[in-house]
Protein backbone atom coordinates (compact mmCIF):
# COMPACT_ATOMS: atom_id res chain seq x y z
CA UNK A 1 0.00 0.00 0.00
CA UNK A 2 1.41 3.34 1.26
CA UNK A 3 0.46 6.36 0.72
CA UNK A 4 2.58 9.54 -1.34
CA UNK A 5 2.22 13.04 -1.86
CA UNK A 6 3.70 15.96 -3.14
CA UNK A 7 2.43 19.55 -3.33
CA UNK A 8 3.38 23.22 -4.56
CA UNK A 9 1.87 25.61 -2.54
CA UNK A 10 2.37 29.31 -2.28
CA UNK A 11 1.79 29.55 1.27
CA UNK A 12 3.50 26.75 2.52
CA UNK A 13 3.37 22.99 2.33
CA UNK A 14 3.89 21.72 5.56
CA UNK A 15 0.36 22.40 7.23
CA UNK A 16 -1.04 21.06 3.91
CA UNK A 17 0.97 18.09 3.82
CA UNK A 18 0.36 16.75 7.12
CA UNK A 19 -3.58 17.18 6.42
CA UNK A 20 -3.20 14.91 3.24
CA UNK A 21 -1.05 12.19 4.89
CA UNK A 22 -3.53 12.07 7.29
CA UNK A 23 -6.47 11.34 5.02
CA UNK A 24 -4.20 9.02 3.31
CA UNK A 25 -3.39 7.52 7.11
CA UNK A 26 -5.27 4.10 5.94
CA UNK A 27 -2.63 3.41 3.09
CA UNK A 28 0.19 2.47 5.67
CA UNK A 29 0.33 3.05 9.68
CA UNK A 30 4.27 1.75 10.49
CA UNK A 31 5.87 5.54 9.58
CA UNK A 32 5.39 8.77 8.65
CA UNK A 33 7.82 11.67 6.91
CA UNK A 34 7.85 14.96 5.06
CA UNK A 35 10.36 16.70 3.17
CA UNK A 36 10.21 20.81 2.25
CA UNK A 37 12.44 22.89 0.63
CA UNK A 38 13.01 26.16 1.11
CA UNK A 39 14.31 27.86 -2.16
CA UNK A 40 17.87 26.76 -0.52
CA UNK A 41 17.77 23.66 1.38
CA UNK A 42 15.92 20.45 2.31
CA UNK A 43 14.29 20.34 5.22
CA UNK A 44 12.64 16.67 6.64
CA UNK A 45 11.21 15.15 9.53
CA UNK A 46 10.17 11.45 10.44
CA UNK A 47 9.84 8.93 12.38
CA UNK A 48 7.98 5.69 13.13
CA UNK A 49 4.27 5.83 13.96
CA UNK A 50 0.84 7.39 13.10
CA UNK A 51 0.93 11.07 11.41
CA UNK A 52 -0.42 12.85 14.68
CA UNK A 53 2.24 11.08 16.62
CA UNK A 54 5.32 11.69 14.58
CA UNK A 55 4.17 15.55 13.78
CA UNK A 56 3.34 18.61 16.00
CA UNK A 57 3.12 22.19 15.74
CA UNK A 58 6.43 23.21 16.10
CA UNK A 59 8.21 20.71 13.90
CA UNK A 60 5.42 21.43 11.27
CA UNK A 61 6.67 25.29 11.59
CA UNK A 62 10.10 24.24 11.07
CA UNK A 63 9.73 22.61 8.07
CA UNK A 64 9.91 25.29 6.01
CA UNK A 65 8.93 26.33 1.96
CA UNK A 66 6.53 26.09 -0.89
CA UNK A 67 7.18 22.56 -2.06
CA UNK A 68 7.17 19.31 -0.70
CA UNK A 69 6.89 15.63 -0.57
CA UNK A 70 5.46 13.24 2.05
CA UNK A 71 4.87 9.35 2.84
CA UNK A 72 3.51 7.10 4.99
CA UNK A 73 4.41 3.31 4.85
CA UNK A 74 2.84 0.36 4.95
CA UNK A 75 6.34 -2.34 4.47
CA UNK A 76 6.52 -4.77 1.80
CA UNK A 77 10.08 -4.18 0.32
CA UNK A 78 11.94 -3.59 3.49
CA UNK A 79 12.45 -4.51 7.47
CA UNK A 80 11.05 -1.61 9.86
CA UNK A 81 13.95 -0.31 10.52
CA UNK A 82 14.84 3.60 10.41
CA UNK A 83 16.67 3.69 7.99
CA UNK A 84 13.75 2.88 4.96
CA UNK A 85 11.68 5.96 6.52
CA UNK A 86 10.72 7.57 3.67
CA UNK A 87 11.38 9.97 2.13
CA UNK A 88 14.65 9.56 0.63
CA UNK A 89 16.75 13.07 0.29
CA UNK A 90 20.01 13.60 -0.84
CA UNK A 91 22.23 16.55 -3.27
CA UNK A 92 23.56 15.50 -6.64
CA UNK A 93 25.15 17.79 -8.57
CA UNK A 94 23.81 21.24 -6.32
CA UNK A 95 20.58 19.79 -6.53
CA UNK A 96 18.38 18.73 -3.59
CA UNK A 97 16.27 15.70 -4.26
CA UNK A 98 13.96 14.07 -1.79
CA UNK A 99 12.26 10.85 -3.52
CA UNK A 100 9.15 9.11 -2.40
CA UNK A 101 7.28 5.22 -4.12
CA UNK A 102 4.01 3.37 -3.27
CA UNK A 103 4.31 -0.02 -4.85
CA UNK A 104 6.61 -2.87 -5.10
CA UNK A 105 9.52 -3.79 -7.65
CA UNK A 106 9.57 -7.28 -8.00
CA UNK A 107 13.76 -6.91 -9.27
CA UNK A 108 14.87 -5.00 -6.53
CA UNK A 109 17.72 -7.90 -6.16
CA UNK A 110 19.25 -7.98 -9.73
CA UNK A 111 18.85 -3.74 -9.85
CA UNK A 112 20.57 -3.86 -6.32
CA UNK A 113 22.79 -6.29 -7.58
CA UNK A 114 23.60 -4.42 -10.73
CA UNK A 115 24.56 -1.51 -8.87
CA UNK A 116 26.92 -2.74 -6.30
CA UNK A 117 28.80 -4.43 -8.70
CA UNK A 118 29.81 -0.79 -9.95
CA UNK A 119 30.46 0.10 -6.10
CA UNK A 120 26.90 1.39 -5.09
CA UNK A 121 26.32 1.79 -1.41
CA UNK A 122 23.02 1.08 -0.29
CA UNK A 123 21.90 3.22 2.85
CA UNK A 124 18.43 1.41 3.48
CA UNK A 125 16.72 -2.22 2.66
CA UNK A 126 14.11 -0.35 0.70
CA UNK A 127 13.53 -0.59 -3.13
CA UNK A 128 12.52 3.15 -3.25
CA UNK A 129 16.19 3.37 -2.76
CA UNK A 130 16.46 1.74 -6.40
CA UNK A 131 14.71 4.15 -8.07
CA UNK A 132 16.83 7.35 -6.34
CA UNK A 133 19.45 5.55 -7.90
CA UNK A 134 18.03 5.04 -11.82
CA UNK A 135 17.43 8.83 -11.47
CA UNK A 136 20.53 10.25 -10.56
CA UNK A 137 22.54 8.25 -12.33
CA UNK A 138 20.44 9.31 -15.34
CA UNK A 139 20.53 12.81 -14.38
CA UNK A 140 24.10 12.26 -14.61
CA UNK A 141 24.44 11.75 -18.00
CA UNK A 142 21.41 13.68 -19.33
CA UNK A 143 20.67 16.39 -16.98
CA UNK A 144 16.74 15.60 -18.14
CA UNK A 145 14.27 14.96 -15.89
CA UNK A 146 12.24 13.15 -18.80
CA UNK A 147 14.68 11.13 -19.51
CA UNK A 148 15.35 9.87 -16.04
CA UNK A 149 11.93 9.01 -15.52
CA UNK A 150 11.98 7.37 -19.01
CA UNK A 151 15.13 5.27 -17.58
CA UNK A 152 13.11 4.18 -14.65
CA UNK A 153 10.10 2.98 -16.77
CA UNK A 154 12.62 0.89 -18.90
CA UNK A 155 14.60 -0.78 -15.78
CA UNK A 156 11.93 -0.74 -13.17
CA UNK A 157 9.34 -4.11 -13.14
CA UNK A 158 6.81 -4.28 -10.84
CA UNK A 159 4.33 -1.32 -9.22
CA UNK A 160 5.08 1.82 -8.87
CA UNK A 161 3.48 5.70 -8.31
CA UNK A 162 6.23 7.88 -7.20
CA UNK A 163 7.04 11.42 -5.99
CA UNK A 164 10.18 13.50 -6.64
CA UNK A 165 11.38 17.12 -5.18
CA UNK A 166 13.92 18.35 -7.02
CA UNK A 167 14.35 22.07 -5.93
CA UNK A 168 11.32 23.66 -6.45
CA UNK A 169 9.72 21.25 -8.45
CA UNK A 170 7.74 18.31 -7.78
CA UNK A 171 7.90 14.85 -9.91
CA UNK A 172 5.44 12.60 -9.84
CA UNK A 173 5.23 9.35 -12.26
CA UNK A 174 3.32 6.53 -12.31
CA UNK A 175 4.24 2.91 -13.57
CA UNK A 176 2.80 2.02 -17.29
CA UNK A 177 0.06 -0.61 -16.00
CA UNK A 178 -1.32 1.94 -13.53
CA UNK A 179 -1.07 -0.97 -10.78
CA UNK A 180 -0.96 1.80 -7.79
CA UNK A 181 -3.38 4.46 -7.67
CA UNK A 182 -2.11 8.24 -8.06
CA UNK A 183 -4.06 11.86 -8.98
CA UNK A 184 -3.49 15.32 -9.64
CA UNK A 185 -5.44 18.23 -7.60
CA UNK A 186 -5.68 21.81 -7.28
CA UNK A 187 -5.57 23.76 -4.02
CA UNK A 188 -6.53 27.00 -3.27
CA UNK A 189 -2.75 28.46 -3.65
CA UNK A 190 -1.25 25.86 -5.63
CA UNK A 191 -1.51 22.23 -7.06
CA UNK A 192 -0.79 18.76 -5.24
CA UNK A 193 -0.18 14.82 -6.60
CA UNK A 194 -1.20 12.20 -4.44
CA UNK A 195 -2.13 8.59 -4.00
CA UNK A 196 -5.82 9.21 -3.66
CA UNK A 197 -8.06 11.87 -4.12
CA UNK A 198 -9.43 12.19 -0.35
CA UNK A 199 -6.10 14.20 0.13
CA UNK A 200 -7.46 16.78 -2.17
CA UNK A 201 -10.31 16.56 -0.61
CA UNK A 202 -8.74 17.64 3.02
CA UNK A 203 -7.40 20.05 1.62
CA UNK A 204 -10.58 21.78 0.13
CA UNK A 205 -9.22 21.23 -3.49
CA UNK A 206 -10.55 20.49 -6.68
CA UNK A 207 -10.04 16.86 -7.95
CA UNK A 208 -8.52 17.08 -11.68
CA UNK A 209 -7.68 13.91 -12.85
CA UNK A 210 -5.99 10.44 -11.74
CA UNK A 211 -2.16 10.55 -13.72
CA UNK A 212 -2.10 7.88 -16.60
CA UNK A 213 -0.23 4.92 -16.52
CA UNK A 214 3.46 5.66 -17.74
CA UNK A 215 2.62 9.80 -17.63
CA UNK A 216 4.94 11.77 -16.05
CA UNK A 217 3.83 15.17 -14.41
CA UNK A 218 5.69 18.56 -13.73
CA UNK A 219 4.28 20.44 -10.63
CA UNK A 220 6.17 24.33 -10.23
CA UNK A 221 4.88 27.38 -9.22
CA UNK A 222 3.63 27.96 -13.12
CA UNK A 223 1.44 25.43 -12.74
CA UNK A 224 1.31 21.53 -14.22
CA UNK A 225 2.80 19.87 -17.58
CA UNK A 226 2.21 16.55 -18.58
CA UNK A 227 4.75 13.65 -20.68
CA UNK A 228 3.40 10.61 -21.77
CA UNK A 229 6.88 8.45 -21.25
CA UNK A 230 5.39 4.96 -21.79
CA UNK A 231 1.81 3.84 -22.91
CA UNK A 232 0.81 -0.08 -22.28
CA UNK A 233 -1.23 -2.00 -24.23
CA UNK A 234 -4.05 -2.56 -21.44
CA UNK A 235 -3.82 -1.74 -18.08
CA UNK A 236 -3.35 -3.58 -14.50
CA UNK A 237 -5.18 -1.00 -11.78
CA UNK A 238 -5.02 -3.55 -8.94
CA UNK A 239 -8.42 -4.73 -8.28
CA UNK A 240 -7.88 -4.65 -4.32
CA UNK A 241 -7.96 -1.06 -4.64
CA UNK A 242 -11.70 -1.33 -5.09
CA UNK A 243 -12.01 -4.59 -2.91
CA UNK A 244 -10.29 -3.06 0.39
CA UNK A 245 -7.01 -0.56 -0.24
CA UNK A 246 -9.09 2.90 -0.71
CA UNK A 247 -11.17 4.61 1.19
CA UNK A 248 -14.39 4.73 -0.06
CA UNK A 249 -14.96 8.27 -0.66
CA UNK A 250 -12.26 7.93 -3.13
CA UNK A 251 -12.47 8.55 -7.04
CA UNK A 252 -9.79 5.56 -8.30
CA UNK A 253 -9.25 5.67 -12.01
CA UNK A 254 -12.23 7.46 -12.83
CA UNK A 255 -14.27 5.22 -10.45
CA UNK A 256 -15.77 5.97 -6.90
CA UNK A 257 -14.79 3.15 -4.74
CA UNK A 258 -18.11 3.18 -2.53
CA UNK A 259 -20.31 2.87 -6.00
CA UNK A 260 -18.19 -0.25 -6.68
CA UNK A 261 -18.35 -1.58 -3.43
CA UNK A 262 -22.14 -1.11 -3.36
CA UNK A 263 -22.37 -2.98 -6.45
CA UNK A 264 -20.68 -5.45 -5.09
CA UNK A 265 -22.49 -5.95 -2.42
CA UNK A 266 -25.51 -6.25 -5.32
CA UNK A 267 -24.05 -8.71 -6.91
CA UNK A 268 -23.54 -10.72 -3.79
CA UNK A 269 -27.27 -10.30 -3.37
CA UNK A 270 -28.15 -11.53 -6.91
CA UNK A 271 -25.48 -14.18 -6.80
CA UNK A 272 -26.78 -15.60 -3.58
CA UNK A 273 -29.77 -14.73 -1.61
CA UNK A 274 -30.55 -15.78 1.65
CA UNK A 275 -33.64 -15.32 4.13
CA UNK A 276 -31.73 -13.34 6.90
CA UNK A 277 -33.60 -10.80 10.04
CA UNK A 278 -30.82 -8.06 9.41
CA UNK A 279 -27.38 -7.24 6.86
CA UNK A 280 -24.40 -5.95 9.10
CA UNK A 281 -21.09 -4.98 8.20
CA UNK A 282 -17.99 -6.56 9.60
CA UNK A 283 -16.73 -2.30 9.74
CA UNK A 284 -15.57 -0.54 8.32
CA UNK A 285 -14.77 -2.34 5.21
CA UNK A 286 -17.50 -4.09 4.93
CA UNK A 287 -20.52 -1.54 4.93
CA UNK A 288 -20.61 -0.32 1.70
CA UNK A 289 -20.75 -3.58 0.00
CA UNK A 290 -23.15 -4.61 3.23
CA UNK A 291 -25.32 -1.11 1.78
CA UNK A 292 -25.84 -2.63 -2.08
CA UNK A 293 -26.59 -5.86 -0.25
CA UNK A 294 -29.42 -4.29 1.97
CA UNK A 295 -30.91 -2.42 -0.99
CA UNK A 296 -30.91 -5.28 -3.47
CA UNK A 297 -32.20 -7.81 -0.70
CA UNK A 298 -34.45 -4.91 1.07
CA UNK A 299 -33.37 -7.12 4.76
CA UNK A 300 -32.51 -3.72 6.64
CA UNK A 301 -29.18 -2.79 7.49
CA UNK A 302 -28.18 -2.81 10.96
CA UNK A 303 -24.46 -2.71 12.59
CA UNK A 304 -24.44 -5.23 14.80
CA UNK A 305 -20.66 -5.12 15.45
CA UNK A 306 -19.29 -1.52 16.39
CA UNK A 307 -15.72 -1.06 16.08
CA UNK A 308 -13.47 0.63 18.86
CA UNK A 309 -11.31 3.51 16.64
CA UNK A 310 -9.14 4.43 19.05
CA UNK A 311 -6.73 0.85 19.31
CA UNK A 312 -3.69 2.53 19.24
CA UNK A 313 -1.14 0.46 17.30
CA UNK A 314 1.09 -0.31 20.00
CA UNK A 315 -1.69 -2.25 21.62
CA UNK A 316 0.39 -5.28 22.49
CA UNK A 317 -1.37 -8.28 23.51
CA UNK A 318 1.46 -10.32 25.99
CA UNK A 319 -0.52 -13.79 25.58
CA UNK A 320 -1.41 -16.29 22.66
CA UNK A 321 -4.72 -16.16 23.92
CA UNK A 322 -4.97 -12.55 24.62
CA UNK A 323 -4.48 -12.04 20.97
CA UNK A 324 -7.23 -14.65 19.55
CA UNK A 325 -9.30 -12.62 22.13
CA UNK A 326 -8.32 -8.92 20.43
CA UNK A 327 -11.41 -8.81 17.90
CA UNK A 328 -12.95 -8.70 21.08
CA UNK A 329 -11.25 -5.17 22.11
CA UNK A 330 -11.48 -3.88 18.37
CA UNK A 331 -15.45 -4.61 17.72
CA UNK A 332 -18.36 -4.92 20.29
CA UNK A 333 -21.55 -6.56 19.14
CA UNK A 334 -24.40 -4.57 19.31
CA UNK A 335 -26.52 -7.57 21.25
CA UNK A 336 -29.89 -6.36 20.48
CA UNK A 337 -29.42 -6.19 17.05
CA UNK A 338 -28.07 -9.96 16.97
CA UNK A 339 -30.13 -11.66 19.56
CA UNK A 340 -31.92 -14.30 17.97
CA UNK A 341 -31.36 -13.48 14.77
CA UNK A 342 -30.11 -14.92 10.95
CA UNK A 343 -27.38 -12.44 10.16
CA UNK A 344 -26.24 -11.85 6.91
CA UNK A 345 -22.39 -10.88 7.49
CA UNK A 346 -20.63 -8.53 4.74
CA UNK A 347 -16.99 -8.30 4.96
CA UNK A 348 -14.53 -7.19 1.79
CA UNK A 349 -12.20 -10.42 2.29
CA UNK A 350 -11.28 -13.50 3.55
CA UNK A 351 -7.12 -13.77 3.90
CA UNK A 352 -5.91 -16.24 6.28
CA UNK A 353 -9.54 -16.61 7.68
CA UNK A 354 -8.34 -16.46 11.35
CA UNK A 355 -10.09 -13.05 11.75
CA UNK A 356 -12.89 -14.08 10.28
CA UNK A 357 -13.55 -17.33 12.50
CA UNK A 358 -12.99 -14.82 15.70
CA UNK A 359 -15.71 -11.96 14.33
CA UNK A 360 -18.26 -15.30 13.06
CA UNK A 361 -17.94 -16.60 17.23
CA UNK A 362 -18.33 -13.34 18.66
CA UNK A 363 -21.76 -12.50 16.35
CA UNK A 364 -22.64 -15.93 17.48
CA UNK A 365 -21.59 -15.40 21.42
CA UNK A 366 -23.97 -12.52 21.06
CA UNK A 367 -26.93 -14.78 20.50
CA UNK A 368 -27.09 -14.96 16.41
CA UNK A 369 -29.04 -18.11 15.20
CA UNK A 370 -27.60 -17.97 11.77
CA UNK A 371 -24.19 -16.20 10.29
CA UNK A 372 -24.83 -15.85 6.87
CA UNK A 373 -20.99 -14.60 5.60
CA UNK A 374 -20.80 -12.71 2.10
CA UNK A 375 -17.32 -11.77 0.76
CA UNK A 376 -16.95 -8.86 -1.47
CA UNK A 377 -14.21 -10.41 -3.52
CA UNK A 378 -13.36 -13.97 -4.83
CA UNK A 379 -11.62 -16.41 -2.39
CA UNK A 380 -7.90 -15.29 -2.52
CA UNK A 381 -6.02 -18.26 -3.72
CA UNK A 382 -2.41 -16.89 -4.53
CA UNK A 383 0.37 -14.14 -3.62
CA UNK A 384 0.85 -10.65 -4.35
CA UNK A 385 3.68 -9.55 -5.53
CA UNK A 386 3.16 -5.49 -6.09
CA UNK A 387 2.49 -3.90 -2.80
CA UNK A 388 0.15 -6.10 -0.50
CA UNK A 389 1.14 -8.32 2.31
CA UNK A 390 0.37 -11.80 1.18
CA UNK A 391 3.63 -13.32 0.51
CA UNK A 392 2.55 -17.22 0.01
CA UNK A 393 0.12 -19.69 -0.69
CA UNK A 394 -0.17 -21.68 2.75
CA UNK A 395 -0.89 -18.33 4.34
CA UNK A 396 -4.61 -18.29 2.41
CA UNK A 397 -6.74 -20.36 3.76
CA UNK A 398 -9.17 -20.93 -0.10
CA UNK A 399 -5.61 -21.96 -1.51
CA UNK A 400 -6.13 -25.22 -1.26
CA UNK A 401 -10.06 -25.42 0.13
CA UNK A 402 -13.28 -25.37 -1.61
CA UNK A 403 -16.00 -22.87 -0.73
CA UNK A 404 -17.68 -25.48 1.37
CA UNK A 405 -14.18 -26.63 3.71
CA UNK A 406 -12.93 -22.80 4.04
CA UNK A 407 -16.69 -22.06 5.74
CA UNK A 408 -16.40 -25.04 8.06
CA UNK A 409 -13.30 -23.69 9.01
CA UNK A 410 -14.17 -20.63 10.21
CA UNK A 411 -17.78 -21.54 11.67
CA UNK A 412 -20.24 -19.50 9.27
CA UNK A 413 -23.77 -21.26 8.78
CA UNK A 414 -23.49 -20.48 4.65
CA UNK A 415 -20.42 -19.18 2.85
CA UNK A 416 -20.24 -16.74 -0.51
CA UNK A 417 -17.41 -14.84 -2.70
CA UNK A 418 -18.68 -12.47 -5.47
CA UNK A 419 -17.73 -14.15 -8.51
CA UNK A 420 -14.75 -12.54 -10.71
CA UNK A 421 -17.42 -11.71 -13.22
CA UNK A 422 -19.56 -9.68 -10.82
CA UNK A 423 -16.30 -7.97 -9.51
CA UNK A 424 -15.15 -6.65 -12.80
CA UNK A 425 -18.46 -5.62 -13.79
CA UNK A 426 -18.93 -3.18 -10.45
CA UNK A 427 -15.34 -1.57 -10.84
CA UNK A 428 -16.12 -0.22 -14.43
CA UNK A 429 -13.04 -1.37 -16.15
CA UNK A 430 -12.43 -4.01 -18.89
CA UNK A 431 -11.52 -7.08 -17.51
CA UNK A 432 -8.14 -6.97 -19.56
CA UNK A 433 -7.39 -3.93 -17.46
CA UNK A 434 -7.33 -5.22 -14.17
CA UNK A 435 -4.54 -6.99 -12.05
CA UNK A 436 -6.48 -10.09 -10.52
CA UNK A 437 -3.10 -11.96 -9.88
CA UNK A 438 -4.11 -12.75 -6.57
CA UNK A 439 -7.57 -14.19 -7.04
CA UNK A 440 -6.53 -15.99 -10.77
CA UNK A 441 -2.78 -16.68 -10.08
CA UNK A 442 -1.99 -14.94 -13.87
CA UNK A 443 -0.17 -11.69 -13.60
CA UNK A 444 0.14 -8.91 -15.95
CA UNK A 445 4.18 -8.79 -15.84
CA UNK A 446 6.34 -12.04 -15.37
CA UNK A 447 7.00 -13.06 -11.95
CA UNK A 448 9.39 -15.78 -11.13
CA UNK A 449 7.69 -18.85 -11.96
CA UNK A 450 4.12 -17.82 -11.35
CA UNK A 451 2.07 -17.87 -14.81
CA UNK A 452 1.46 -14.23 -16.33
CA UNK A 453 -0.11 -12.12 -19.38
CA UNK A 454 2.32 -9.49 -19.73
CA UNK A 455 1.23 -6.47 -21.05
CA UNK A 456 3.20 -4.80 -23.87
CA UNK A 457 4.53 -1.34 -23.59
CA UNK A 458 5.74 1.15 -25.73
CA UNK A 459 8.62 4.17 -24.62
CA UNK A 460 7.69 7.44 -26.02
CA UNK A 461 10.76 9.35 -27.44
CA UNK A 462 11.79 12.84 -27.34
CA UNK A 463 10.82 15.32 -24.68
CA UNK A 464 7.43 16.71 -24.14
CA UNK A 465 5.06 15.26 -26.66
CA UNK A 466 2.40 16.90 -28.72
CA UNK A 467 -0.67 15.86 -26.14
CA UNK A 468 1.48 17.88 -23.82
CA UNK A 469 -1.03 19.52 -21.33
CA UNK A 470 0.09 22.73 -19.51
CA UNK A 471 -2.73 24.38 -16.46
CA UNK A 472 -1.86 27.57 -15.39
CA UNK A 473 -3.94 28.45 -11.63
CA UNK A 474 -6.23 30.54 -13.88
CA UNK A 475 -7.39 28.23 -16.64
CA UNK A 476 -10.43 25.89 -16.19
CA UNK A 477 -8.54 22.40 -15.92
CA UNK A 478 -10.89 19.57 -17.54
Not at 146 to 156: I, P, R
Not at 246 to 263: E, H, N, P, T
Amino acid sequence: MCGIVGIVDAGGVSFPLYYALYALQHRGQESAGITTFDGKDLHKHKDQGLVAEVFDMDILSGLAGNTGIGHVRYPTTGAKIPENIQPFNFTFQHRKIAVAHNGNLTNTLELRKEFEERGQIFCTSTDTEIIGNILVDELRHSGSMHDAVLACMKKLEGSYSVVVLVDDKVYAFRDPLGIRPLCLGRTPDGYIVCSESVAVDALNGEFIRDVKPGELVTLSADGIKCSQIAEASSFAFCIFEYIYFARADSVIDGQLVYDVRRRIGQALHLEAPVKADIISPVPDSGTAHATGYSESSGIPFREGLIKNRYMGRTFIMPTQKARENAVRIKLNPVKKHLNGKSVVLVDDSIVRGTTSRRIIDLVKDAGAREVHMRIGSPPIKAPCYLGVDMSTREELIASKRTCCEVCRKIGATSLHHVSIESLIKATGHNAEDLCTGCLTGIYPLSIKSEKACPRHIDYVSGTYQSDLETFKKDEIIK
